[in-house]
């Protein structure tokens, strides 16, 4: 069996942290992709798809510390539906992606909030590219902060797929 989604988009709106009764730390996502085509009559369509995403643990804290609206992510996961009751007692169902990894791909002084103070301070910002990974420990044995990958500073093309001319080329 397999579960697995990976998606590119923006945020709809900022991060929302929570805790859990236990103390960890939950944050939910609002990421719209998006995809046109041209239908027969020879229009162009446009079609937003919205997706929620629950982030656990550090990365939450990660995303809620340094994604905003507009923030353009990578995020590699598995559907997960879950059950609950509205007001009226009637049983209600959310689908939602469950993040494994999430991978900020904005370049150093775009979207996020750089211009807040928030990302990477007054500098403009930094390649913030956080996973999943359990933090590297020093030689010493003890953890520190996860650290962010560095990358170049290389242009990442198109934030959707219906922005690039030659995305049916791509080989997946």
Same mark, same amino acid.
């Given at each position: ?38 239908? &027969? ?59 494994? &990894? ?71």
């Amino acid at each position: 069996m397999l579960n697995k989604v990976m998606i590119i988009g923006r945020l709809g709106r900022d991060p929302e942290l929570r805790y859990t009764q236990s103390g960890a730390p939950i944050a939910s996502l609002n990421i719209a992709t998006d995809e046109s085509y041209t239908d &027969r009559d020879g229009n162009k369509v446009e079609r937003t798809e919205w997706h929620r995403v629950s982030v656990f643990q550090r990365q939450a804290e990660n995303c809620a510390n340094y994604l905003a609206k507009g923030s353009l992510v990578y995020v590699e996961g598995s559907l997960q539906t879950r059950k609950w009751q509205d007001q009226q007692g009637q049983d209600r169902y959310t689908t939602e992606i469950k993040a494994q &990894r999430v991978q900020f791909l904005d370049r150093k002084g775009e979207g996020g909030r750089a211009g807040q103070g928030g990302m990477g301070g007054p500098q403009g910002g930094f390649e913030d590219n956080f996973d999943s990974a359990p933090p590297q420990r020093n030689q010493a044995g003890y953890g520190g902060r996860a650290q962010p990958r560095q990358q170049q500073n290389d242009d990442l093309g198109p934030a959707f797929p219906s922005e690039a001319s030659s995305m049916d080329e791509v080989p997946f």
